[in-house]
T-cell receptor, first 113, second 114 residues
Framework: QQQVKQSPQSLIVQKGGISIINCAYE??????FPWYQQFPGKGPALLIA?????SEKKEGRFTISFNKSAKQFSLHIMDSQPGDSATYFC????????????FGGGTRLMVKP | ETGVTQTPRHLVMGMTNKKSLKCEQH?????MYWYKQSAKKPLELMFV???????ENNSVPSRFSPECPNSSHLFLHLHTLQPEDSALYLC?????????????FGDGTRLSIL
C-alpha cells in the first residue's frame, strides 16, 4: 500500500497560533518522511524531514512528531505567521530509495493577520 | 535561483499538437524526476532518471515520452494529449534516487489542453 493520507485539506489559523497537519501511512517499508512547502507559482521546497529512529525533530518554529506504532506523523508550526501561508505536503519513501517519494494530498494553510 | 529551471512556464496546446517541456538543473545532481500536479490529486511521480538511465515509469501513458540526454537536462515530449492531462508538470533533481538528499523542484510548466 503506497498511499499517504494527509489531513486537513485546508486550515485557517490566526497569527501566533499553532498549525497542525497530520499524515498517516500503511507501508511499513517507509523510513523517510519529509515535509515540503509550496508557495503559489513555485515548486515545492523541502521544509523538514525525519527518520523513524526519533520521535520528534525540531527546526525553528517547525516540528515533526512521529508515531511509528500508529504509522502517523505530523507537522506543527508554532507561532504561525502570515508568511507561512502556503500548501504543505507530507511524503514518505522506502528504505534504500530515499527519493522515491509518495506524497500526501496537501494542506492549504492560511494564517490570518 | 532555484537551481532547477523549467521552460516554458505556461503552455496551451491542442489535442493534436506536439510540444516538449524542458528542465535544466545546475546543481550537479545525478537524478531527475517528472511529476504531475493536478488540482485534486496528490503529486504524482511520472518518471525517474538516475545517471541518465530511466529507472521508473509510473504507468504513464505513451503520449508522454521522456528524454534525458545528460544528467543536467530532462525533457518531456508531448503528443496527442487529452484534456485530463491539463496540470502543472514539475521537474525535480536530487543527488541520486536512493539517498535522502532532498529533491530540488523547479517552478513547473502549467499545461492547458484545449
Amino acid at each position: 500500500q503506497q498511499q499517504v493520507k494527509q489531513s486537513p485539506q485546508s486550515l485557517i489559523v490566526q497569527k501566533g497560533g499553532i498549525s497542525i497537519i497530520n499524515c498517516a501511512y500503511e507501508n511499513t517499508a517507509f523510513d523517510y518522511f519529509p515535509w515540503y512547502q509550496q508557495f503559489p507559482g513555485k515548486g515545492p521546497a523541502l521544509l523538514i524531514a525525519i527518520r523513524p529512529d526519533v520521535s520528534e525533530k525540531k527546526e525553528g518554529r517547525f516540528t515533526i512528531s512521529f508515531n511509528k506504532s500508529a504509522k502517523q506523523f505530523s507537522l506543527h508550526i508554532m507561532d504561525s505567521q502570515p508568511g507561512d501561508s502556503a500548501t504543505y505536503f507530507c511524503a514518505a519513501s522506502p528504505y534504500g530509495a530515499g527519493n522515491m517519494l509518495t506524497f500526501g494530498g496537501g494542506t492549504r494553510l492560511m494564517v490570518k493577520p | 535561483e532555484t537551481g532547477v529551471t523549467q521552460t516554458p512556464r505556461h503552455l496551451v496546446m491542442g489535442m493534436t499538437n506536439k510540444k516538449s517541456l524542458k528542465c535544466e538543473q545546475h546543481l550537479g545532481h545525478n537524478a531527475m524526476y517528472w511529476y504531475k500536479q493536478s488540482a485534486k490529486k496528490p503529486l504524482e511521480l511520472m518518471f525517474v532518471y538516475n545517471f541518465k538511465e530511466q529507472t521508473e515509469n509510473n504507468s504513464v501513458p505513451s503520449r508522454f515520452s521522456p528524454e534525458c540526454p545528460n544528467s543536467s537536462h530532462l525533457f518531456l515530449h508531448l503528443h496527442t494529449l487529452q484534456p485530463e492531462d491539463s496540470a502543472l508538470y514539475l521537474c525535480a533533481s536530487s543527488q541520486d534516487r536512493n539517498s535522502n538528499q532532498p529533491q530540488h523542484f523547479g517552478d513547473g510548466t502549467r499545461l492547458s489542453i484545449l
